[in-house]
C-alpha cells in the first residue's frame, strides 16, 4: 500500500520559472490538503479538497493553484517562482474532516 | 496571540525519562487534537488523536486535553532514542474546517 507519493522529492527553481508538485494517493480518501512547512514552523495550509472537482483556499494561497479532476490526484501549481516559496511541501490525504491525515514524504524546493 | 501555541524546544532528556510535551490554544471552538511526530527530513506522521477533553493512553504515550484550560498535552514513558524527533501538536473544529498546527517541540533522547 503506497500511501500519499509526492513526486519530485527535491527541485531548484530559477525565480519566474514555473512547477507543478504531483500528489498521489491509493487510499480513496476524499480530503486532500497541501501543506508548506519553512525551518523551525509548523505546518500552514495551502489549499484543501474535499472532493473531486471542489478545492478551497488555506491560510496561505497566494501564489500557488491546485486542481482536482480525481479522487486520487491533487497537483499543486506554481506559477511564478520567488525566493519566498523556498520551502518543504508536504501532501496529505483522509476519510474526513474529523480523521487523520496521512502525509507524504515531502518535495524540498529552493527557488533561487 | 497565535491560534496554537506550542514550546519549539530543543527538549534534551536522558534515555528512560517521562517526557512532557505541550500545546495551549485560544479558539475554544476546537474539538478534535492530534499530536504528531516527525523524523528529520520525513513527512508526519499521526501519533495520537483524541476527542474533546480527557486522557487516551497507547502504550508508552498519553495524550491529556483540558478543554476548560486550552491546553493539551503529550506525556512519554521511558523514553527511547528512536523518540528522537519533532512532536507536533494539531487540532481543528468540527465541520469542515482543516487542521491547525503548532510550529513543533524538538526532542532529543540521550542514551
Known amino acids: 500500500n503506497a500511501g500519499v507519493t509526492q513526486t519530485p522529492k527535491f527541485r531548484i527553481l530559477k525565480i519566474g520559472q514555473s512547477m507543478t508538485l504531483q500528489c498521489t494517493q491509493d487510499?480513496?480518501?476524499?480530503?486532500m490538503y497541501w501543506y508548506r512547512q519553512d525551518p523551525g514552523m509548523g505546518l500552514k495550509l495551502i489549499y484543501y479538497s474535499v472532493g473531486a472537482g471542489i478545492t478551497d483556499k488555506g491560510e496561505v494561497p497566494n501564489g500557488y493553484n491546485v486542481s482536482r479532476s480525481t479522487t486520487e490526484d491533487f497537483p499543486l501549481r506554481l506559477e511564478l517562482a520567488a525566493p519566498s516559496q523556498t520551502s518543504v511541501y508536504f501532501c496529505?490525504?483522509?476519510?474526513?474532516?474529523?480523521?487523520?491525515?496521512?502525509f507524504g514524504q515531502g518535495t524540498r524546493l529552493t527557488v533561487v | 496571540q497565535k491560534e496554537v501555541e506550542q514550546d519549539p524546544g530543543p527538549l534534551s532528556v536522558p534515555e528512560g525519562a517521562i517526557v512532557s510535551l505541550n500545546c495551549t490554544y485560544s479558539?475554544?471552538?476546537?474539538?478534535?487534537f492530534m499530536w504528531y511526530r516527525q523524523y528529520s527530513r520525513k513527512g508526519p506522521e499521526l501519533l495520537m488523536y483524541?476527542?474533546?477533553?480527557g486522557n487516551k493512553e497507547d502504550g508508552r504515550f498519553t495524550a491529556q486535553v483540558d478543554k476548560s484550560s486550552k491546553y493539551i498535552s503529550l506525556f512519554i514513558r521511558d523514553s527511547q532514542p528512536s523518540d528522537s524527533a519533532t512532536y507536533l501538536c494539531a487540532m481543528r473544529v468540527s465541520g469542515n474546517t482543516p487542521l491547525v498546527f503548532g510550529k513543533g517541540t524538538r526532542l532529543s533522547v540521550i542514551a
Open positions: 496529505a490525504s483522509s476519510t474526513g474532516v474529523n480523521t487523520e491525515a496521512f
Open positions: 483524541t476527542y474533546s477533553s
Open positions: 479558539n475554544s471552538a476546537f474539538q478534535y
Open positions: 487510499m480513496n480518501h476524499n480530503y
